[in-house]
């Protein structure tokens, strides 16, 4: 089972916000404090992003990718939780 919690929940979390989109659509526009890390480069190494002590909530445009990298990286041990509909939703929620 994923954790998630919604666009409007994330004003509520201490974490750290990951985008996990395209350099272009972060370059674009993204959630205010969110980092930056492709989700292919967040694949490959986690441990190169990730640490195993702080909480991440994770985001794609629509939600999809990040409930994948959200299950894999939860299997790994990390602190993983999606935001629903990603940075869609996110945008109908302000």
Same mark, same amino acid.
């Given at each position: 089972?994923?954790?998630?919690?919604?666009?409007?929940?994330?004003?509520?979390?201490?974490?750290?916000?990951?985008?996990?989109?395209? @350099?272009?659509?972060?370059?674009?526009?993204?959630?205010?404090? /969110? &980092?930056? +890390?492709?989700?292919?480069?967040?694949?490959?190494?986690?441990?190169?992003?990730?640490?195993?002590?702080?909480?991440?909530?994770?985001?794609?445009?629509?939600?999809?990718?990040?409930?994948? @990298?959200?299950?894999?990286?939860?299997?790994?041990?990390?602190? /993983? &939780?999606? +935001?629903?509909?990603?940075?869609?939703?996110?945008?109908?929620?302000?």
């Amino acid at each position: 089972m994923i954790s998630s919690i919604t666009p409007l929940e994330l004003d509520k979390v201490d974490g750290k916000i990951i985008d996990i989109r395209s @350099v272009e659509k972060y370059n674009d526009n993204h959630i205010p404090g /969110a &980092i930056h +890390i492709p989700m292919n480069k967040l694949i490959l190494n986690p441990k190169e992003y990730l640490n195993f002590t702080d909480t991440f909530y994770f985001y794609c445009q629509m939600g999809s990718q990040s409930i994948q @990298v959200c299950m894999f990286l939860r299997k790994l041990g990390y602190k /993983a &939780i999606n +935001i629903k509909g990603g940075y869609e939703a996110w945008i109908l929620s302000r």
